[in-house]
């Protein structure tokens, strides 16, 4: 069975600066696949590749065991594109955007109104069908688009941030319509959010500086960490000063702070009792140790917090 995506030292280069750097990957038919990395990793670049926006400059790009450059035409009549950006047609109304997707794509009047109605069903929009995007909410507008790219049964669907901006209502009825979804076609996201490639997705694989760093599920990913020490320590009083403070020990890797709660990991276990003796213990709240996250495997891979 060919792969619904295979992507072979794929490189894109913008003057001198290398976006995409031999990139090599296979996704196989029905996973939901989500690309991580940090801003300016190479995501977009490699779903505009993938999506015949953009021309690679050397190394190969198949969809459904079609070459994106030379059988564009083909890869486009199986592909369905939620781009960053809602790029609905705002004189549209929101049906008449799904129809003018579905003409675009040639698809007979009798089946279009089904498949378009069918779709406003699915994603919520059935009450809403004439009224103007302009008067939707965000998350009602990012539904519209992943309805509009479904139109013609698309065999792989790309999703780049599809919940960007959203708030976490909104973010989770879209979580649920992609998921509803699995099963039936390949799904290929980037997103900034961990908890939702967490959710939602079989495979995972983080990038930066146009390369691939790691690849899995993410309880394998998260695996990869058992070997790291991850503490939550709480203070009472003085946060600032202990922020600092943990700054500059060279044992502590990574650190995240919220208030005055603190995620850090640490070098070695045998490195908690020299911190816990050079902060104390009069202003601390409380201390424990806490299983990775995908946003462990992230930071320590990538060296970047997601949101940087
Ligand atoms: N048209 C362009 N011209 C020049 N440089 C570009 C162009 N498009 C992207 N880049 C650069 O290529 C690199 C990769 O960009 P890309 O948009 O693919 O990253 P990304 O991982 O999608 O980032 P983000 O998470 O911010 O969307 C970045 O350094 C970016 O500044």
Known sequence: MPAALSLHELTKHYGTLTAVDRFSLKVDRGTIFALLGPNGAGKTTIIRIL????????GTARVEDF??????REVRRLIG????DNNLDRYLTARENLVMQARLHGMPSAETNRRVDELLELVGLSG???DF??????????????ARALVHRPKVLFLDEPTTGLDPQSRRAVWDYVASLKDTMTIFLTTHYMDEADAL????VIMDHGRLLVDGSASQLKERMAHAH??????????????????G????RSLQRTGDLFRLSLAGEEFLKPLMDAIGTEDIRKVCLREPTLEDVFIELTGRDVRE
């Open 51 to 58: 999506t015949t926006v953009l021309r690679p400059d050397s």
């Open 67 to 72: 070459d994106v450059q030379r059988q564009g």
């Open 81 to 84: 594109v939620v781009p960053q």
């Open 128 to 130: 809403r069908r004439n």
């Open 133 to 146: 995007p302009d008067t939707f909410s965000g998350g009602m507008q990012r539904r519209l688009v992943v």
């Open 201 to 204: 997705c079989d495979r995972i």
């Open 230 to 247: 991850h503490y939550e320590l709480q203070f009472r009083a003085h946060a600032d000063r202990y922020e600092k403070m943990l700054k």
């Open 249 to 252: 020990f060279p044992f502590v």
